[in-house]
């Protein structure tokens, strides 16, 4: 089975055109995982922008149709190029329906000398004193068997306040963490809402939009990220869920933002 580092990366067809091969084996439902899509069109972004001065800073993106296993083809724009910020869009289809769009800045860094962050760091030891989860396989998403777990709280279904935290990597260690890796581990872990509702409802990403904050270089590669995972508020069935990634240095690395809708 294709690990993370295979699948996030597309072949290119032209200059702003790419084809991304979807393997069997990350299926999230009915669809694949969003983290891969949205990671992979990440990636297809920054080779096409190609400029090492410019990092991607936020990124959003709307999942309105269900990707399958098979051949999506990417389709980029460049929306401006200024002096220090570009914008990019891309198009993911599969045959002649358009199934995710995304919205890219990438920016210089900006001759600021204040650094500052007023969102508290979560509380952990060494990773390594976690032990890995085993997810019950008839009822976890299939693209979860990609990913090793190590829940600190908020299991499934278990009751209480929406929230969940613990340590997540893939199985198979990645040789590229760049903000494409980020994008794909930000979706890995389970819904928090999750955590709140008595049974397994199927349920959907409609609206995805992540903020880069850190690198991830000198984590070491076999290192986890920290997920820290909280539902803000659900009605009608649409839940606003946040979620921030965490090095284990306790750098911010992301804070990424869904909307969810519980399907039924």
């Known amino acids: 089975m294709a690990g993370l580092d295979t699948v996030l990366d597309t072949e290119s067809i032209d200059d702003h055109k790419y084809l991304l091969r979807i393997p069997e084996g990350w299926e999230q439902g009915a669809s694949t995982f969003g983290g891969l899509v949205i990671g992979a069109m990440v990636r297809a972004m920054t080779r096409t922008l190609d400029d090492g001065t410019r990092s ?3 990124l959003n993106a709307e999942l309105i149709g269900a990707v399958q296993a098979g051949d999506a083809i990417l389709k980029l724009r460049t929306l401006r190029q200024g002096n220090a910020v570009s914008a990019l869009s891309v198009e ?6 358009l199934v995710v769009h995304a919205v890219g800045i990438f920016g210089r860094p900006r001759p600021f000398d204040e650094t500052w962050r007023e969102l508290p760091p979560p509380v952990f030891g060494p990773w390594q004193e976690t032990r890995a989860a085993e997810l019950d396989a008839s009822i976890a998403p299939r693209f979860t068997r990609q990913f090793e777990y ?3 709280f908020g299991a499934p279904f278990e009751g209480g306040s929406p929230r969940c935290e613990g340590w997540v990597r893939p199985r198979e260690i990645c040789s590229i963490r760049d903000e494409a890796y980020i994008s794909a581990i930000a979706d890995a872990w389970w819904l928090a809402a999750m955590v709140k ?3 397994p409802r199927p349920a959907a990403t409609l609206c995805f939009s992540i903020d880069f904050h850190s690198p991830i270089e000198g984590l070491g590669v076999e290192a986890p990220l920290y997920h820290r995972g909280y539902v803000s508020a659900l009605s009608d069935g649409y839940a606003t ?5 965490w090095g284990q240095d306790g750098r911010l690395v992301s ?3 869904q909307v969810v809708v519980i399907i039924k």
């Open 150 to 152: 190590r829940p600190i």
């Open 255 to 257: 804070i990424n933002r």
């Open 241 to 245: 869920e946040v979620r921030e990634l």
């Open 92 to 97: 993911c289809s599969q045959g002649d329906e």
């Open 56 to 58: 991607l800073r936020t």
């Open 197 to 199: 509702l008595a049974s």
